[in-house]
Nanobody, 125 residues
Framework: QVQLVESGGGLAQAGGSLRLSCAASGRALSLYSMGWFRQAPGKEREFVAGISWSGDRTDYADSVQGRFTISRDNGKNTVFLQMNSLKPEDTAVYYC??????????????????WGQGTQVTVSS
């Protein structure tokens, strides 16, 4: 029933910024932890960032720590990923996912029960 739709991807140059959005329908996200993952060609899907249901706790992959920020706006039923200081190695399809109710940030893909279709991010050198 729940649908997650990512947007905001596109082309950016190294050092630039993009802001990804994940809009949900069919489920209010306010009580769920949320996460962002990415998958580059030939690579496995990897954790990028997570946020607790209350928004007071976040977690980031070492590769994006200090550059990316995850946030949520429950009024808009939307989760965001602000991506700054982009690097070519950030190039991937980015997916948002819905985690456990009342959950804390988690890097385990099997703890998420709904996924978006993904949005492409391409960073040129």
């Amino acid at each position: 029933q729940v649908q997650l739709v990512e947007s905001g991807g596109g082309l950016a140059q190294a050092g630039g910024s993009l802001r990804l959005s994940c809009a949900a329908s069919g489920r209010a996200l306010s009580l769920y932890s949320m996460g962002w993952f990415r998958q580059a060609p030939g690579k496995e899907r990897e954790f990028v960032a997570g946020i607790s249901w209350s928004g007071d706790r976040t977690d980031y992959a070492d590769s994006v720590q200090g550059r990316f920020t995850i946030s949520r706006d429950n009024g808009k039923n939307t989760v965001f990923l602000q991506m700054n200081s982009l690097k070519p190695e950030d190039t991937a399809v980015y997916y948002c996912a819905c985690g456990p109710i009342f959950g804390t940030p988690t890097q385990k893909t099997n703890e998420y029960d709904a996924w978006g279709q993904g949005t492409q991010v391409t960073v040129s050198s």
